[in-house]
């Protein structure tokens, strides 16, 4: 059975698709089978993951979403996934999925229907990564009630920091009182200028403020114009430049949550 684990910051530009589609990428180039879930408006992992004019897309997230709202029933897997080049499985996702605010507004238990979509592919996967939208509401939500687990991206600049409060808050509020099982696996920085010193403000201000409340990962993503650059050629920096400084610190990231996974389930065996 797959762990769910959602990317997820409520304010954009802080490298969470960068960094959905690069961890799919690399659990499955390490042999897991991974599902991506593009569940932002706007595709962006769609588009990296080299999906071509997604808003003429017939099935997306949003589409599956609104099938089990109407109890309707759900497509085979084969005719929607877009399988991509690194064996990663995408379930797309195009404008459309803007409107699930508005069409989950009178649903009953609406937080639960991603849960439910997600149960009918979980037992084929051992990860299943949810590139989110930069906003609360019921869409996030969803993804909070559905996940295991959250990876926190944040630019190491101030208004980014500073939103991290708020988005706890609601983690908070759920893991309390709704899904007991969802953890935090941790705050990642990214697009660091590690010889600023903005920078190692930041990254001092984002240490004292929530070091003892969550954890951080000892990595950071460094800021690089290739990852941009990446997009252009429908690919992850790691597939474009693996020698990149941002391509090699994502695989640092990569082998630092699978040895606290690794550390985490060891502990419990004991």
Do not use: W
């Amino acid at each position: 059975m797959a762990k769910i684990i959602a990317i997820i910051n409520e304010k954009g530009g802080v490298g969470k698709t960068a960094t959905a589609t690069t961890l799919a990428y690399l659990l499955s180039k390490k042999g897991h089978r991974t599902a991506l879930i593009d569940f932002d408006g706007q595709g962006h992992s769609s588009i990296i993951s080299g999906v071509k004019n997604t808003n003429k897309l017939e099935v997306t997230i949003n589409t599956l979403v609104r099938r089990l709202v109407e109890d309707e029933p759900l497509p085979p897997p084969e005719s929607y996934i877009f399988k991509t080049k690194c064996e990663v499985d995408l379930i797309p996702s195009n404008t459309q999925l803007f409107t699930l605010e508005r069409n989950l507004c009178n649903v009953d238990f609406r937080e639960h229907i991603l849960t439910r979509y997600v149960d009918t592919i979980k037992d084929s996967y051992e990860y299943i990564i949810i590139d989110c939208m930069p906003q609360m509401g019921t869409p996030m939500i969803n993804v909070m009630m559905c996940a295991d687990s959250l990876i926190i991206p944040t630019q190491a600049e101030l208004l980014s920091a500073q939103g991290l409060a708020e988005l706890l808050k609601h983690y908070q509020l759920i893991q309390k009182n709704s899904n007991h099982r969802l953890r935090i696996e941790g705050i990642l920085i990214t697009m660091d200028s590690a010889n600023t010193i903005l920078s190692a403000q930041v990254n001092d201000m984002i240490q004292q403020g929530f070091a003892d409340k969550v954890p951080i990962f000892n990595t950071r993503i460094p800021r690089s114009i290739k990852v941009a650059e990446a997009v252009l050629y429908h690919q992850t920096i790691c597939e474009f430049m693996p020698e990149n400084p941002a391509a090699i610190a994502y695989e640092k990231f990569v082998d630092e949550l699978l040895a606290g996974e690794k550390n985490k389930t060891a502990g419990r065996s004991a």
